[in-house]
Structures are given as structure tokens and as C-alpha cells.
């Protein structure tokens, strides 16, 4: 939880202007991609009502910032000038050296689940979906269904574009 939670506050402090133009235009509510109950499904216990933060919604385990369910959406204007959604995915999934990511096919343009070596706990679905990045990541969760629950997660926040 703790390396999305840096992510994301990296990006948000590296690109606070084009979210609050991309939030206000389109009435982003990260909160609303995934509910409560979708959450906890994917964990697989009790989680805090989800709450805003930067660029995506967090649901923590008891309150606990260590445990929990991220969920983030990064439209097409942080990716930069001159840089594709493509190769912006391809930076957020080579960001972290220790983790091992497999694709997954049938899921939007381009999906990969994703482990960190130095956490088996904390699993992430990166996907690319008509030019925007959706992202959940579970931390702490010992839900043996674990993969299958974050791709139907996915599934439901990508019925949403």
C-alpha cells in the first residue's frame, strides 16, 4: 500500500494542474469506479467506506494505510507532452524493479498482474483501457481467490468508460 500511496502522491505532486483540469471536466470520483462492497469482495474482509485521495480511492483495512484496496484512474493528459498512454503503462510498470509482472489477455488494450518480490501480499492489475490507465492494488489481503477478484473488479470499473 505504502508504494502505491508514494506513486501516486509523486504523480499527483508532478502533475497536480492536469488532474484538476481532468477531475473538474470530467467529474472524476475515483470512489465511484469500484464500491465498497466490490472492495471488500477483492479483499475479502471488512474495509473502511472508501475516501479520496490524490489520484484514487483508498479502502483501508480498519483503518490501517498499510492494508487495503487502491483504486486510481490516470486519463490520457498525465501522460505528458510527447509521451503515449503506451509508454506512460509501460513506465508505471517497470517503476518498481522488484516486482514480476505477467500479462493478462482479454482485458482492455493491455493488462498485467503484478507482484512485488519483496511483498507477496500486495498484488496490483495494471490495465490500459481506451487511452486511460486503471489501476487496483490490494495490500495485505489472504484471499485465495485473490487474481480472479481484482480481474472482475476490473471488469466492473472499466464498464463504467
Given at each position: ?13 508532478f ?5 484538476s ?6 467529474g ?6 469500484l ?8 479483499y ?8 479520496e485521495?490524490?489520484m484514487?480511492c ?7 494505510d ?11 493528459t498525465l ?23 505477467v ?24 490495465v ?22 481484482l480481474?472482475?473488479a ?8
Amino acid at each position: 500500500m505504502k508504494r502505491l500511496t508514494v506513486v501516486s502522491l509523486i504523480l499527483a505532486g508532478f502533475m497536480l494542474t492536469s488532474h484538476s483540469a481532468v477531475s473538474a471536466a470530467q467529474g472524476v470520483k475515483h470512489c465511484g469506479l469500484l464500491s465498497k462492497q466490490s472492495a471488500e469482495t477483492v479483499y475479502g474482509a471488512p474495509l473502511d467506506l472508501g475516501r479520496e485521495m490524490g489520484m484514487g480511492c483508498l479502502f483501508m483495512s480498519g483503518g490501517n494505510d498499510d492494508k487495503g484496496i487502491v483504486v486510481t484512474m490516470l486519463p490520457p493528459t498525465l501522460a505528458g507532452a510527447g509521451m503515449s498512454m503506451s509508454t506512460f503503462y509501460d513506465s508505471m510498470l517497470h517503476q518498481d524493479s522488484t516486482s514480476i509482472a505477467v500479462p493478462i489477455s482479454g482485458l482492455g488494450d493491455r493488462a498485467d498482474f503484478i507482484t512485488s518480490k519483496g511483498n507477496d501480499f500486495t498484488v496490483t492489475i495494471l490495465v490500459l483501457y481506451h487511452n486511460t490507465i486503471l489501476e487496483i492494488m490490494a495490500s495485505g489481503s489472504h484471499n485465495p481467490n485473490l487474481k480472479a477478484e481484482l480481474i472482475q473488479a476490473m471488469r466492473q470499473m472499466m464498464q463504467k468508460f
